[in-house]
């Protein structure tokens, strides 16, 4: 069975009706814009062009028209975005939401006031002809919108629902029409509910628009479907005349009864006349259509006869097996084919389709099977369902079977048959598994290997397997790429490479069976990086000429043994070259062999002829002085016999008579049974070092006194620069005034102020040319007011004497000045700044003022002036002098023997001196800035500095290397500091340049120097420790003998009274040397005290601690320990250091206890800034504190009838000197002493 459907419409059709609906969407969108813009621009134009002159289109309806014709112009099309139908609903959401707010406020009485957001002045008119004060949103209006709005959403339903919101579309249609027809013919009923506010004219015409553009957007869907005809123009012209022609009839007949022209029974008889006439042809135009959809029927009847037969002979002849199940029935149709799978088959035709399945269906597969057919009645036209499954054929084999089904009988939109295609896959099926199992195998072999194997395809030029996944391992992700595409693979590979790997792939089709090649490149991996790969391919496949088509090959990433057979080239280079740059040469001396082997700059130093490559040791040594050779013999040979390292310095006289002096270094190779084999080693050219020690140490004492000249020199600047500020201090001081009143304020300013009028004249014309004003002011203008400052400025008594003076004779200058002055005066727009004059006042004194004139114009007329005057006598004084100063310091500068530079605030230097041109050979007008000259090792730091300075203010202090005349460069010593005014800003930088090249390196020869002595001092400690515990054993062993000849010896030896003072002393003997041992470690511990760990401490606990250690010796000595830890009780530091340092401090003082009275000691703490404070203090006897240096020296004593070793002293202080703490001494023989040590805090 075929379902019955709707006859098919032309392309032509739907592309007219889609046209037309999106020009009407179009139209009914401009209308409400057109209404809104003549709103604003003129409003009463706007009422004369609507029909009727009376409603006008509500403000908040034009919004709404607006937003409706957005939506339907986003869904125009069937595959609009999802976000456009987003957009789209949420738009006719709003506009019926309004619609439905509006019917709610009628309903419910209450008015919300939406009509009144726009145009609120436009909308009030005609109350006593409608229920309302305003033009709102009329009832059918809001009805509209709530409709209109609901069809554009549901736009897309499915086409057996969608029909029902068409309908809602023509009852749109129908209220746009009546309103229409009612102002046409002019009856209100038709556009208006009751006393509402009717729907206006253009109302109606948007609501008609737009349902139409609705419906003719999708003209295939719905009721549309069924509308359509034909032929596009047809179906718009008789949808139109059906439309128009009864409205333009009934317009004309009514106008004609209007005009007298025709009576009203003729234009009823004439108007029913065309009706009738229209209806007639309409209806054999639909009639026409209906004979010709009957035949459209008849032939395709013919054709679904003619198609089933022509499907009956494919369907028998068919390689796969086809099915129709009836779902009502549960009973199947089979094709003639499947008898060679079930045998009869009328059989399994006779039987329900279910129970046939779990006759025949293998058990496992049952299952999901029916399952399966469950399924099938929920099925729509275009779904589809997969499955496989085995099945038992009619000689009970297992077979495969693969098959597909699909609606075959629809109706009303519900699934009633269903066509099953089913394959035959068991050998397929058989092969598959076959071919998994050899995958599985190669799989294993692939995976087990480290390497990446791929297959390539070189006729096609793509990559057809990968056992790794190569591309994630290079940080790609695997949605940005495909193995297989040669064109992302080419972007991966580096461009040269790219070149070579083409050539190399077209020379393979060439390749031998077996023959294996490999090539090198890079890749680029996901950061940029080129990763090195090599790869090895042999021919995997030929193709029927022969050549190679595909290849198999491995790949290994060599990136690393890349990179560090690049970075061995690099740092034979760099050797290479830093010895030219440190002038140092190396060699290798075969001892064995007698072969010395020279680097390049070895043989620049010695002067060897560079053609000649193997040296002998007598080569060298014939550069030798006699005196250095016999050195060189002795110390050589000793170090070949007895060390692993040779170092040196000699002297070498070279053919042209030229002397050297060389550092030699050397490490000795030796074999296993000691014999020096090879000598490798380092020369050093030292002569220049040798020769500028000298130099260095006459410098630093020139230098030395240059920097005391400059900081004198600074320490004037600082005075004049504190003098200068002082007194512009003072004179802000005396210009802050009272401003109470104007009066106040004139007669208490600090300024002298006054007033000019004019005499004789009322005004000066601002027309007249300048110099003739000027003159007309110095002859008419007179001192009308004035302070007693200005008064005082110019040595009268007060105010009074001055005013009446006049002008002329007020400002004393020469004529000439005097009218230039005014003539600037006036070409300023009468008003004078900040103008400097030396004037002589009437007691024939000099003064400088500074003053500031502005006149008073009106209407073109100069009618009167006010001034202003300072004496700025003072500060012109001392400008002078700090010009004098400046002189002074600019000559002091040009002779220092540094480099002496200003700079603008913002870096840009503007002064070098004298130095600085002697020390780069430049010229004044080549404008070198000092930073360019630096070293570009040094650069990035030293522009880092400075460019801090200048956003800080701070200080600018750095050591940098500096170019000079020669090209070579010196260390040199930079400091800049701001210059500053009164207010803080900083108005230059004053920078310096001290060369301390020499002591620049005397400083790196002392750092290898002290690090040699440390590493002297180091080998000291462990020989003394190695030698104190090697000795504790001998030492013990002659102990322990002592005690077994004590025990062995008869009673008549041990009461001999020599042999008891020979053992006696022999013990105290023992006794010493293991003193001696145990302080050897003590100190040895003490100079290493900085290893042991930090940690927090109480005073008291430590204290308690050390008490408990020697507690006989207090008891013994009646001691009194008196403490104070209460203003600091806890320290950072390491505990047994601590307990060492308290242990010798009071040991020390009830050692050396004054024998009148009884030991007391005093033990408290505190902080002082950074520091804390530990102050042992005794009264025991005290010493003489000339000697302070020797009681902290190791092994003396200050007392030497005590007993003791001398080193306790020596170890606090070594404990303490090596924790970055100081200890200070206070004593007095007879009184006692106070031992004060000074930790740091917080040092964990």
């Known amino acids: 069975m075929v379902e019955k459907k709707s006859i098919p419409i032309t392309d032509l059709t739907a592309i007219v009706l889609l046209r037309l609906g999106k020009a009407f969407c179009l139209i009914g969108t401009v209308i409400p814009v057109l209404i809104l813009i003549g709103r604003l621009i003129d409003y009463p134009f706007v009422v004369s062009l609507t029909p009727g002159k009376l409603i006008v289109m509500n403000p908040l309806s034009s919004i709404c028209f607006i937003l409706v014709g957005i939506a339907i112009w986003l869904v125009w099309d069937v595959n609009a975005p999802q976000k456009n139908r987003r957009r789209s609903k949420t738009l006719v959401i709003i506009v019926s939401f309004i619609g439905f707010l509006k019917l709610l406020s009628l309903f419910i009485g209450l008015d919300l006031g939406l009509d009144l957001v726009l145009f609120k002045e436009q909308l009030n008119f005609h109350k006593e002809l409608f229920n309302t004060s305003y033009n709102e949103m009329a009832p059918n209006t809001a009805l509209s919108f709530l409709l209109l709005g609901i069809t554009i959403w549901r736009i897309d339903y499915n086409d057996s629902k969608v029909k029902y919101f068409q309908y809602i579309n023509y ?30 004219f253009y109302s109606g015409l948007c609501f008609l628009l737009f349902s139409i553009s609705v419906l003719f957007i999708r003209p295939m ?80 009847v013919d054709l679904i006869e003619e198609d089933n037969k022509r499907l009956k002979r494919i369907l028998d002849n068919s390689p796969t097996y086809i099915s129709i ?132 395809d070189i006729k096609n030029r793509q990559s057809n397997f990968f056992s790794k996944n190569f591309f994630e391992s290079l940080g790609y992700s695997k949605n940005k ?39 090198e490149y890079r890749v680029k991996d996901a950061k940029g990086n080129w990763r090195w790969i090599y790869s090895r391919e042999t021919a995997f496949a030929r193709d029927e000429d022969g050549l190679v088509s595909q290849v198999v090959g491995v790949l290994q990433d060599i990136t690393s043994r890349k990179r560090a057979e690049e970075a061995l080239k690099y740092r034979e280079l760099q050797l290479v070259e830093a010895q030219k740059i440190a002038r140092v040469g190396s060699y290798e001396w075969n001892v064995i062999k007698n072969e010395i082997v020279y680097t390049e700059e070895a043989y620049r130093i010695f002067g060897f002829p560079i053609e000649k490559k193997i040296f002998t040791i007598e080569d060298f040594k014939a550069l030798l002085s006699n005196e250095d050779l016999i050195k060189y013999e002795i110390n050589m040979s000793i170090a070949l016999q007895e060390s692993d390292n040779y170092e040196g310095e000699f002297r070498i006289y070279l053919a042209d008579k030229t002397q050297k002096t060389i550092l030699n270094k050397a490490k000795i190779e030796k074999n296993g049974n000691g014999k020096a084999i090879k000598v490798f080693g380092t ?157 002589v006042d009437k007691n024939g004194k000099l003064n400088y003022y500074l003053s500031n004139i502005s006149g008073v114009v009106k209407q073109g007329k100069l009618l009167r002036g006010w001034g202003t005057q300072n004496n700025v006598t003072q500060k012109v004084l001392t400008m002078e002098a700090l010009k004098i100063s400046e002189e002074k310091y600019r000559f002091l500068a040009e002779n220092v023997p540094e480099i002496f530079w200003t700079a603008d605030p913002d870096g840009t230097v503007d002064y070098h001196n004298k130095r600085w041109y002697e020390y780069t050979k430049s010229k004044k007008a080549d404008s070198l800035e000092w930073i360019s000259m630096v070293h570009p ?133 023992v006794n010493k040397f293991k003193k001696v041992i145990t302080d050897l470690t003590e100190i040895t511990r ?99 504190i000339s000697q302070i240096d020797k009681a902290f020296s190791m092994f003396k004593k200050l007392h030497s009838h005590k007993e003791g070793s001398g080193i306790g002293l020596y170890i606090v202080k070594r404990i303490v000197t090596n924790a970055g703490g100081k200890i200070e001494v206070e004593s007095e023989k007879g009184k006692g002493s106070v031992f004060k040590i000074y930790l740091k805090r917080n040092t964990q």
Request: glycine share 4%; hydrophobic share 40%.
């Open 1086 to 1184: 003490a100079q290493k005290s900085n290893d042991d760990e930090v940690v927090e401490n109480e005073f008291s606990e430590v204290l308690d601690e050390v008490l408990l250690i020697i507690k006989d010796l207090t008891d013994t000595t009646g001691t009194t320990i008196l403490t104070d830890f209460s203003e600091c009780s806890t320290i950072y530091f390491s505990e047994r250091n601590l307990k060492s340092i308290l242990y010798n401090l009071i040991c020390n003082a009830i050692k050396f206890a004054s024998p009148e009275r009884a030991p007391e000691i005093k033990i408290t703490s505190s902080c002082v800034n950074d520091m804390i404070l530990l102050r042992v203090e005794d009264n025991g006897a005290g010493f003489d």
């Open 481 to 519: 790429f495909n193995p297989s595409d040669i064109n992302f693979l080419s972007t991966l590979i580096y461009p040269r490479d790219l070149v070579r790997l083409q050539k190399y792939f077209l020379d393979f089709v060439y390749a031998r069976s077996f023959e294996v090649r490999d090539i």
């Open 325 to 456: 199940y009836d779902l009502e029935s549960g009973f199947v149709v089979y094709s003639n084919n499947t008898t060679s799978i079930f045998g009869n088959r009328e059989k399994v035709t006779s039987i329900p389709f279910e129970d046939l399945l779990k006759s025949i269906i293998h058990p496992d597969d049952l299952e999901k099977m029916l399952d399966k057919f469950k399924r099938y009645s929920s099925y729509k036209e275009d779904e589809a369902g997969q499955i496989e499954f085995r099945m038992i054929d009619k000689d009970g084999k297992l077979r495969w079977f693969y098959s597909r089904a699909i609606p075959f009988k629809i109706d009303n939109g519900k699934t009633r048959q269903i066509l099953i295609n089913a394959m035959d896959f068991t050998n397929f099926k058989k092969a598959e598994q076959e071919l998994q199992e050899q995958k599985k195998f190669i799989g294993k072999v692939v995976s087990a290997s480290p390497n990446v194997i791929y297959i390539f």
């Open 683 to 839: 020369i050093m050219d030292i002569t220049t070092h040798k020769r500028d020690q000298e130099k260095l140490r006459q410098k630093n004492e020139e230098l030395f006194h240059a920097y005391v000249q400059l900081q004198a020199t600074q320490r004037e600047l600082s005075i004049a620069n504190q003098e200068l500020e002082t007194k512009v201090v003072e004179q802000g001081a005396e210009l802050s005034g009272s401003e109470e009143r104007y009066r106040s304020f004139i007669s208490n300013s600090s300024e002298g102020i006054y007033r000019y009028e004019f005499k004789g004249i009322d005004h000066v014309d601002t027309f007249l040319p300048a110099e003739v004003q000027a003159r007309l002011i110095l002859k008419h203008a007179y001192i009308a007011e004035a302070n007693d400052m200005m008064a005082w400025m110019h040595g009268f008594d007060s105010a009074e004497e001055l005013i009446g003076v006049g002008l002329t004779k007020f400002i004393i200058l020469p004529e000439a000045e005097k009218v230039e002055m005014l003539k600037n005066f006036i070409l300023s727009s009468y008003r004078l700044s900040d103008i400097q004059t030396p004037e």
């Open 937 to 1069: 090792d040094d650069y990035p730091e030293v522009e880092k500095l400075w460019n801090e300075s200048m956003q800080t203010g701070k200080e600018f202090n750095a050591q940098y290397r500096l170019k000079g005349a020669g090209q070579d460069y010196r260390w040199n010593l930079g400091k800049a500091s701001p210059l500053r005014d009164n207010e803080g800003k900083i108005v230059k930088w004053i920078g310096t340049s001290v060369d301390i090249h020499e002591g620049k390196m005397l400083s790196q020869t002392l750092a290898e120097k002290n690090e040699e002595l440390t590493r002297i001092n180091n080998d000291l400690d462990n020989f003394i420790y190695t030698a104190s515990h090697d000795l504790k054993v001998p030492i013990t062993n002659i102990e322990g003998l002592l005690y077994i000849l004590l025990e062995e010896m008869g009673e008549v030896c041990r009461s001999d009274k020599d042999v008891n003072e020979i053992l006696l002393r022999m013990n105290i003997s």
């Open 221 to 300: 869907k719905g009721s549309m479907a069924i509308l359509v005809g034909e032929n596009p123009a047809e179906v718009v012209l008789l949808r139109f005349l059906a439309f128009v022609l009864p409205l333009i009839f009934g317009w004309l007949k009514i106008q004609g009864e209007r005009l007298d022209l025709v009576e009203k029974e003729l234009g009823t008889a004439v108007l029913a006349v065309l009706t009738y006439v229209i209806s007639m042809l309409l209806i054999a135009r639909k009639s026409s259509v209906q004979y010709r959809l009957r035949k459209a029927r008849k032939k395709i």
């Open 171 to 200: 009852f749109i249609i129908l209220i746009a029409l009546l309103s229409l027809y009612g102002y046409i013919y002019g009856v209100k009923n038709l556009y208006g509910v009751f006393h509402r506010v009717p729907m206006s």
